[in-house]
């Protein structure tokens, strides 16, 4: 997708649209990253922070100014770490404009963390065994989004919206278009613990703030 930008402070903030999502792996820190873009979410029209113009992130403890990056392929986007993976804490951002109305009032708690059980990391699963039952704990009322994905097999993808701690699949051997088999390949088990925050109403186009506990597990497949 091409995208343009323009200076931050050429906008106000009833012209802005925010996307901001926060994630954590097993290991943490936490990572915050906000989009923030002119008019609403179709928009190919990026801020990049000037003239005072700041984005931070906080939670209760740690404090951290969001930097801007931008990739050769990704959109631009204001990002920063928190130490940790901030699991049950507030995380508060804030956009502070000396030139404008600043919109301080966006948070999430970030949902609690999870540990898979089962399966085991490189646990062999083929079609005389192709059952696998993914389980983690502790159980919570946040909503799982998962999927599961290889080269070799049919994927998967889903959400629980009530967290049972337990998804049940069976691996399919993915065929190519003459019907052959791939050779073994990892498959790669995902889910992200997921709970959706408040935005400040300040930012007139709207906008988004999700948080997430990601978790990756990896076992092997042979067609």
């Not at 323009?6 to 925010?18: D, E, I, L, Q, Y």
């Not at 399919?172 to 959706?196: F, K, Y």
Request: aromatic residues 4%; negative net charge; hydrophobic residues 35%.
């Amino acid at each position: 997708m091409c995208s343009d930008s323009t200076k931050s402070s050429n906008v106000r903030t009833s012209g802005v649209h925010a996307e901001m999502t926060v994630r954590a792996a097993e290991a943490g820190p936490t990572q915050v990253s906000v989009r923030v873009r002119v008019g609403g979410m179709l928009s190919n029209t990026f801020l990049m922070l000037a003239d005072g113009d700041e984005l931070t992130a906080e939670n209760g403890v740690d404090k951290v100014l969001l930097g801007a990056t931008r990739g050769l392929i990704a959109t631009p986007s204001n990002e920063g770490t928190l130490p940790g993976d901030s699991g049950g804490r507030t995380i508060a951002v804030k956009f502070t404009r000396p030139h404008d109305v600043s919109a301080l009032g966006s948070s999430v708690v970030m949902p609690l963390g999870l540990r898979l059980a089962t399966p085991r990391v490189g646990e062999d699963f083929d079609p005389a065994h192709p059952k696998m039952t993914i389980t983690w704990s502790p159980t919570s009322s946040d909503a799982i989004d998962w999927f599961v994905r290889g080269p070799c097999v049919e994927g998967y993808s889903d959400r629980l919206a009530v967290d049972t701690g337990r998804i049940d699949v069976t691996l399919v051997a993915a065929r190519d278009a003459d019907g052959g088999l791939a050779p073994p390949c990892t498959v790669n088990i995902h889910l992200a613990r997921q709970r959706t925050g408040t935005l400040d109403p300040a930012f007139g186009e709207g906008g988004s703030v999700v948080a997430m506990q990601e978790r990756d597990q990896r076992v092997t497949f042979t067609p």
